[in-house]
């Protein structure tokens, strides 16, 4: 009987742990980084090249706060049309969920997109930024950083244009994000 109680229960763990619960964001890049239609790039916060630019102290302590940031671009073409809207679906989905808190919708010419955010309003791990374009594709980039706070994404966007920084050093995802 205690056999059979025990057969029981590892087969209800095994069961449980067999569920598909909702795909995590981490899990969807690892998944897609190695798919065709994907373009995947992981670069340091340093790639920002943020020494000699004349940075406010906000400016300056926002951009120490980033770590990294990884990129997952799907380029879309007249073959893989079908492919890109079942991700699109995927993505949507991912970021429905109750953990993101949303910062900002993002709707202009080139398509529509938002950010959003893990962790506490104070102490905030990751930002997700994600934008759509129907001819072009989709692109999802996270930003890891240690006590961001929503503030500081202001501050990054302010200083990466006074760095005039071009994408250089994203290679083809550099290239999918200019057009």
């Known amino acids: ?17 067999s569920c598909s619960s909702q795909q995590s964001l981490q899990e ?43 990129l997952l671009a799907f380029k879309k073409t007249a073959d893989n049309a079908a492919e890109y809207r079942a991700e699109k ?12 808190v949303e910062l900002m919708k993002i709707n202009s010419s080139y398509g529509k997109g938002v950010i959003k955010y893990l962790g506490d309003e104070d102490a905030i791990d990751e930002v997700i930024i994600y934008g759509d374009s129907k001819d072009m594709g989709f692109a999802l980039v996270r930003v890891l950083g240690r006590d961001m ?7 990054i966007m302010q200083a990466i244009q006074k760095s005039e920084y071009d994408g250089e050093g994203l290679g083809e995802i550099g290239k999918f994000l200019k057009g």
Do not use: C, W
């Open 1 to 17: 009987m205690r056999h059979i109680f025990k057969g029981i229960l590892v087969i209800g763990a095994v069961v449980l742990a």
């Open 28 to 70: 969807y890049y690892v998944d897609n980084s190695e798919n065709p239609n994907f373009i995947a790039v992981d670069v340091p916060a340093s790639i920002l090249k943020m020494d000699g630019v004349d940075l406010t102290e906000k400016q300056a302590e926002a951009i120490e706060s980033l770590r990294k940031f990884n």
């Open 89 to 100: 679906v995927k993505v949507k989905e991912i970021l429905k969920n109750d953990e993101f």
């Open 149 to 155: 706070n929503p503030a500081h994404i202001v501050q």
